[in-house]
């Protein structure tokens, strides 16, 4: 009888084994197929995260090169209009606005050169750059050569700075600059015999831009006033994404009696 007994125990002992060794490759199964599944979801968020970076890249390559091209362009287009007007009447007058033309074309060809730099590789496969492309990066300090080229080719600029000037975040910086490039460049390009306004403003937490222009500008590239255009091209839709990455706001609008005016609020992490 004992011995039965003990048969009888150690039977009941395998099998509960035997189902124990089952249920834990079950869970074993179990753990590693939601692993999989895991490394899968993982893998789709790493190649989303990294296409909406190479999106947001291609968008940043965008806003710099309308940037880039836009300004120097429109003022090696005013420029060349100015010179066929007075070539034969006044050639002094035209030489020097064929030598503008040709420092807008230079300048235009060193920043994509710079900026076409950062997108292709060395030969060598290195990263290296030679010291006279590394041209400096657009900032609020660099603002009197951009008021100088856009005054002599034809649009009078007043600026005025009001508190006291700090250093700025990199981006900011460059976002402020291209604020004033965009309205001051379509104030030009279709503008009639008017002037500008620039003032900057370093107020406590924020940096505060505007630009006031005067007759028929559009902002943005679009019809002039009274034919249906609503400004909303790509120069505005480029600032806005720009100030917005800061959790700036921007607004522009036309003036009543024509021209624009556009208004910009970067906050600042440290006070002034």
Same mark, same amino acid.
């Given at each position: 009888?004992?011995?039965?007994?003990?048969?009888?125990?150690?039977?009941?002992?395998?099998?509960?084994?035997?189902?124990?060794? !089952?249920?834990?490759?079950?869970?074993?199964?179990?753990?590693?197929?939601?692993?999989?599944?895991?490394?899968?979801?993982?893998?789709?968020?790493?190649?989303?995260?990294?296409?909406?970076?190479?999106?947001?890249?291609?968008?940043?390559?965008?806003?710099?090169?309308?940037?880039?091209?836009?300004?120097?362009?429109?003022?090696?287009?005013?420029?060349?209009?100015?010179?066929?007007?007075?070539?034969?009447?006044?050639?002094?007058?035209?030489?020097?606005?064929?030598?503008?033309?040709?420092?807008?074309?230079?300048?235009?060809?060193?920043?994509?050169?710079?900026?076409?730099?950062?997108?292709?590789?060395?030969?060598?496969?290195?990263?290296?750059?030679?010291?006279?492309?590394?041209?400096?990066?657009?900032?609020?300090?660099?603002?009197?050569?951009?008021?100088?080229?856009?005054? !002599?080719?034809?649009?009078?600029?007043?600026?005025?700075?009001?508190?006291?000037?700090?250093?700025?975040?990199?981006?900011?910086?460059?976002?402020?600059?291209?604020?004033?490039?965009?309205?001051?460049?379509?104030?030009?390009?279709?503008?009639?015999?008017?002037?500008?306004?620039?003032?900057?403003?370093?107020?406590?937490?924020?940096?505060?831009?505007?630009?006031?222009?005067?007759?028929?500008?559009?902002?943005?590239?679009?019809?002039?006033?009274?034919?249906?255009?609503?400004?909303?091209?790509?120069?505005?839709?480029?600032?806005?994404?720009?100030?917005?990455?800061?959790?700036?706001? $921007?607004?522009?609008?036309?003036?009543?009696?024509?021209?624009?005016?556009?208004?910009?609020?970067?906050? $600042?992490?440290?006070?002034?």
């Amino acid at each position: 009888m004992r011995t039965l007994i003990l048969v009888v125990a150690l039977v009941v002992a395998c099998l509960a084994a035997a189902a124990l060794g !089952f249920a834990l490759r079950r869970a074993r199964r179990r753990h590693e197929r939601a692993l999989g599944e895991r490394g899968w979801l993982l893998e789709r968020e790493r190649e989303a995260a990294a296409l909406a970076a190479v999106g947001a890249e291609r968008a940043r390559i965008a806003r710099e090169l309308h940037d880039i091209v836009s300004h120097n362009v429109s003022v090696m287009i005013v420029q060349a209009g100015a010179a066929r007007e007075v070539l034969a009447s006044m050639p002094e007058e035209a030489a020097s606005a064929l030598a503008a033309v040709e420092r807008a074309g230079r300048d235009t060809m060193t920043e994509l050169r710079h900026l076409l730099g950062l997108l292709a590789p060395a030969p060598d496969g290195s990263e290296e750059t030679e010291p006279e492309d590394l041209a400096p990066q657009p900032s609020l300090a660099r603002l009197t050569p951009l008021v100088d080229r856009i005054a !002599f080719a034809g649009l009078p600029v007043d600026v005025r700075v009001s508190g006291e000037p700090c250093p700025l975040p990199t981006g900011i910086d460059v976002t402020a600059y291209r604020i004033v490039q965009e309205a001051l460049t379509n104030a030009l390009k279709h503008g009639a015999g008017g002037k500008a306004e620039v003032t900057i403003r370093y107020a406590e937490r924020a940096l505060r831009v505007e630009v006031l222009t005067t007759g028929p500008s559009v902002l943005t590239g679009g019809p002039p006033p009274g034919r249906g255009g609503d400004g909303a091209g790509r120069g505005l839709a480029g600032l806005r994404e720009r100030v917005a990455v800061y959790g700036g706001d $921007l607004d522009a609008r036309r003036r009543l009696g024509g021209g624009y005016r556009v208004r910009a609020r970067l906050p $600042l992490d440290a006070p002034c």
